[in-house]
């Protein structure tokens, strides 16, 4: 069964760093999503993507984050200056219609 | 604010008893409603999607919505101890495919063999 791929599955990195998460969505699906979830908190919309361009952002999305299509397969979150507070899970998932699909997940720590 | 409301529990049944799982949303606009299952360190897994007024069944699984009272509800039937898990409601205030999901805290339900 097709599924989304995170990688890496688990990222450490030093405050002030830039971070690459990268995501392969389902190859039919047209609408990608990036979320995080803080420990012990909610799942948090970031971002939604579609037809390579942002179609919506939350209040989280700030300009350390951006995102990229780079080629017909890979979905990327960059975060340009990492803080201790964005260490979180974040997801990847994508849909073709309106149910969507989650990858595993990069655990992102920063030290 | 578009809020998504949970009891965070934990909820406790024993083993082959009904769970019932419920969620509230502030946006009169909701279209599309979820369930998602989150074992711990894991991500959501969907369980089951409703987008009309009613009851909808899946296997073990049943989830009702009720527009005029913003609340949605999932039934456990038969619980399982593998059925232990976070259950998160999340909802999309977009008919279509755009929608963002707004997800609650989270119902953590433990079932007892």
């Known amino acids: 069964e097709p599924e989304v791929t995170q990688t890496p599955s688990h990222q450490v990195t030093q405050m002030g760093q830039e971070v690459i998460l990268r995501c392969v969505p389902i190859?039919?699906?047209?609408?990608f999503y990036w979320y995080r979830q803080i420990l012990g908190q909610k799942v948090e919309f970031l971002v939604s993507f579609y037809n390579n361009e942002i179609s919506e952002k939350s209040e989280i999305f700030d300009d350390q984050f951006s995102v990229e299509r780079p080629d017909g397969s890979n979905f990327t979150l960059k975060i340009r200056s990492t803080k201790l507070e964005d260490s979180a899970m974040y997801f990847c998932?994508?849909?073709?219609?309106?149910?969507?699909?989650f990858g595993a997940g990069t655990r992102l720590s920063v030290l | 604010q578009k809020e998504v409301e949970q009891n965070s529990g934990p909820l406790s049944v024993p083993e082959g008893a009904i769970a019932s799982l419920n969620c509230t949303y502030s946006d009169r606009g909701s279209q599309s409603f979820f369930w998602y299952r989150q074992y711990s360190g894991k991500s959501p897994e969907l369980i089951m999607s409703i987008y009309s007024n009613g009851d909808k069944e899946d296997g073990r699984f049943t989830a009702q919505l009720n527009k005029a009272s913003q609340y949605v509800s999932l039934l456990i039937r038969d619980s399982q101890p593998s059925d232990s898990a976070t259950y998160l409601c999340?909802?999309?205030?977009?008919?279509?495919?755009?929608?963002?999901?707004?997800f609650g805290k989270g119902t953590k339900l433990s079932v007892k063999p």
């Open positions: 998932a994508s849909t073709p219609d309106r149910v969507e699909y």
């Open positions: 999340a909802v999309t205030g977009y008919g279509g495919s755009q929608g963002n999901l707004i």
């Open positions: 190859s039919n699906h047209l609408y």
